[in-house]
């Protein structure tokens, strides 16, 4: 009896495991309702990013499975609820993907709207889809929603202390809905300013001093093991409102891919490692530049939204982003400027990112000489693109680090640098930041911090200054007056000298 026992005790127990929408529909339920992963993963009593997970391919299992689909229904009903009508849904419940049709056929991309929709990053309104989404064709136009400006035709501003009123859902970004729909209308945003955010860098160095009883020391070493995820609460706190969902894990090409533990995947980043073979003759004082916040500035560059896509041929989109096959042009400028590949002694096609690619283009162009042949473009692995997605991060971060130098805060200044440069590093393979995996973004700012460094050494150059050295992402050494060229300071658009040598001697 006691067999029997155990296996009737067994199969009471026993239930079939919960069904959970796709992925991109658990996503688009919590956005209809503009709820937060950090609220969810409070609610459920995990980590923002085990949320992001959920909502990109990974699924929970035992009771949190439960719980989260709990959830995911109960949103669904509170949908109907809040809805005015009835908007468009897939069989189960859920709004279609992202960038299809109901039918399930990929939405036209930059064509014109029937109607204004709120820009999948600043929520202005915007008349065109860009590879699949609402956006504004100028980044000048891309801007936060203010007060006087509503967030699209059917939305009012709500006022600044109050909560968001009932809420639509849209039809998702990229939707065609045919040409005999009406559009549906846009979810109602409360407007976002930059003024609104809490100030959680200050909050954070007063409680790091706090614990420390105002030793600086130890507390900026506690805020340096902090910056990964206090940039990403930074990060999703700046982004409140936003329309199109940066954390995440998108599939990604083999080329992205690591080989091996400790390599690397196939993408060059142009690093310049370059020093000048032929120096004026006679003594002469070089100084060594150190360029401000290479990757803060570095932020501000093209993007590749959503998944990337793959393409072959000698065509080349202003629009998009991404990374490169190309065969890179000849370079006869050695001795007195670096390739702008870099270093790189390999003939043949190389995998280059967006930044680069650009740059060798630019100085194909007749306003550069031409400097070089256009690159050859042979295939590409790109997306719809802007320069506004960290945008707003890159800002707070400037002001702080520019309100920091002022006021002579070490605490400050080096908590922000560890912000940004830790940010950076670990967007791609690491076991340090979990939420975001875009190696492709990461190659790209870093990539453009080098094509930074570059241009500030063709600025010298072409100003009759000697370029003796250009080095990583932020040193550029130069023979001259360079203080005729660049200004002196410690903000992120001055130099700061770094050392000044004698050529000759080498003395210091």
């Not at 989260?68 to 609820?81: M, R, V």
């Not at 069989?91 to 204004?116: F, H, I, M, N």
């Not at 401000?292 to 501000?300: D, E, M, P, Q, T």
Request: hydrophobic content about 35%; glycine content about 8%.
């Amino acid at each position: 009896m006691t067999d029997y026992t155990a296996i009737d005790a067994l199969l009471a127990d026993a239930r079939r495991q919960v069904e959970l929408p796709p992925t991109a529909q658990r996503r688009a339920l919590r956005e209809a309702l503009d709820l937060s992963r950090t609220q969810v993963a409070k609610a459920l009593g995990v980590s923002p990013s085990t949320v992001a997970g959920w909502e990109t391919g990974r699924d929970p299992s035992g009771e949190i499975r439960e719980k989260y689909a709990y959830f995911l229904n109960g949103a669904q009903e509170k949908l109907h609820t809040l809805t005015e009508g009835t908007p468009p849904h897939t069989p189960d419940g859920c709004a279609p993907e992202r960038g299809t049709s109901q039918a399930g056929t990929p939405a036209d991309d930059d064509t014109t709207l029937p109607a204004p929709q709120p820009c999948i990053l600043c929520g202005a309104p915007a008349t065109h889809h860009v590879e699949g989404y609402p956006q504004h064709l100028d980044p000048a136009d891309c801007a936060p929603a203010s007060p006087a400006t509503p967030a699209g035709p059917a939305a009012t501003p709500a006022p600044a202390d109050a909560s968001p009123g009932p809420v639509t859902t849209p039809a998702p970004p990229g939707t065609s809905t045919g040409p005999a729909a009406a559009p549906a209308p846009p979810r109602r945003r409360s407007p976002q300013t930059q003024g609104r955010l809490p100030d959680l860098i200050a909050r954070a160095v007063h409680e790091a001093l706090a614990a420390h009883d105002g030793d600086m020391r130890p507390a900026i070493a506690e805020l340096q093991r902090r910056a990964i995820p206090d940039a990403m609460a930074l990060l999703d706190a700046c982004r409140i409102g936003a329309r199109y969902d940066i954390v995440g894990h998108p599939p990604l090409p083999d080329i992205l891919r690591k080989k091996s533990a400790h390599g690397a995947d196939d993408v060059w980043e142009a690093r310049p490692h370059w020093t000048r073979l032929d120096p004026p003759a006679g003594t002469c004082e070089v100084t060594a530049l150190d360029i401000n916040g290479a990757y803060l500035s570095a932020l501000k560059t093209h993007l590749p939204l959503g998944a990337l896509e793959h393409s072959t041929g000698n065509v080349h989109s202003r629009r998009r982003a991404g990374i490169h096959l190309i065969t890179p042009p000849d370079w006869d400028h050695h001795a007195h400027l670096p390739n702008p590949l870099g270093n790189r002694d390999e003939p043949g096609p190389v995998w280059v990112t967006e930044p680069t690619l650009r740059l060798l283009q630019r100085l194909a162009t007749d306003a550069y000489g031409p400097l070089c042949d256009p690159p050859v473009i042979h295939e590409s692995w790109t997306s719809g693109s802007t320069e506004q997605l960290f945008e707003k991060f890159r800002q707070i971060l400037r002001d702080a680090r520019e309100k920091a130098i002022a006021e002579d805060d070490e605490v400050t200044l080096e908590y922000v640098k560890s912000m940004y440069s830790k940010f950076v590093s670990t967007m791609g393979e690491s076991n340090f930041n979990r939420e975001i995996y875009r190696p492709d973004w990461m190659h790209i700012i870093r990539s453009q911090a080098f094509v930074n460094l570059w241009l500030k050494a063709h600025k010298a150059h072409t100003a009759g200054l000697t370029v003796m050295r250009v080095l990583g992402t932020d040193e550029l050494h130069i023979a001259g007056d360079w203080r005729t060229v660049f200004a002196e300071g410690r903000g992120v658009s001055q130099v700061k000298v770094k050392d000044v040598y004698d050529l000759q001697t080498g003395a210091r």
